[in-house]
Every structure is written in structure tokens, then in C-alpha cells.
Nanobody, 127 residues
């Protein structure tokens, strides 16, 4: 069945960079929009970024200009390149499928009530 496996997390200093990968299997990857979602210690889930089937991208304001989401359909993999990392980016990062999306202000956002989630990978930004 659906399997999403995140990798590439770790410890990085503020201002540094890190790239996460999410290997997908068990479904028609190319036919799904995908998102990255994170959860900081003691906080709720925060949507980070979405990439659609047509490679259209959307970002949360908190990461816009610093993070880049991409996908390689041949490898069924979603990536999240994170640059200029901040301490507040420290969180467990999950990738998720987006079978349902909502349209707001001219673009699509995931309805995170639906979809499958990976196990998550820890990203810690600390000096």
C-alpha cells in the first residue's frame, strides 16, 4: 500500500542548508499533489509547502523564499531544499499525499484532513 519514507534530516546550524527527500511507493505518484508538513516541539502541525501534479508550488509565508519543493516523478520522490535555516524551523518534517485540495486566492492548497503521511524526519537547527 501507500508508503512514504522521509530522509535527509539532521542537525544544522542557523543559516545552513539541508535537503529532505520523501520516497513514495504504492500509489500513482504522478497523479497526486504532495506536501511537506512539520511539527515543532510542543506545537501543532504546520503546513510548509505543496507541489502539484503540474509542478506548481505553494509555500507557507514562514518559509517562502528560503525553501524549495520539487519532485522527480521518475523516482517517485519529493524533495524539500531548505536554505537559510532558522532555529524556529526545528521540527519533525512529514511528507503527505494531497488527494483533496482547496482553491484560495488563485492557487491550490492541500486539505490536510485527507491523504497519507510518512513517518517523519527530525530537523534540528541549533548553534
Amino acid at each position: 500500500e501507500v508508503q512514504l519514507v522521509e530522509s535527509g534530516g539532521g542537525l544544522v546550524q542557523p543559516g545552513g542548508s539541508l535537503t529532505l527527500s520523501c520516497a513514495a511507493s504504492g500509489f500513482a505518484f504522478q497523479g497526486y499533489a504532495m506536501s511537506w508538513v512539520r511539527q515543532a516541539p510542543g506545537k501543532g502541525l504546520e503546513w510548509v509547502s505543496r507541489i502539484g501534479m503540474m509542478d506548481d508550488t505553494t509555500y507557507a509565508d514562514s518559509v517562502k523564499g528560503r525553501f524549495t519543493i520539487s519532485r522527480d516523478n521518475a523516482k517517485s520522490t519529493v524533495y524539500l531544499q531548505m536554505n537559510e535555516l532558522k532555529v524556529e524551523d526545528t521540527a519533525k518534517y512529514y511528507c503527505a499525499t494531497n488527494p483533496i485540495d482547496r482553491w484560495y486566492s488563485g492557487t491550490w492548497y492541500p486539505d490536510l484532513q485527507y491523504g497519507s503521511w510518512g513517518r517523519g524526519i527530525q530537523v534540528t537547527v541549533s548553534s
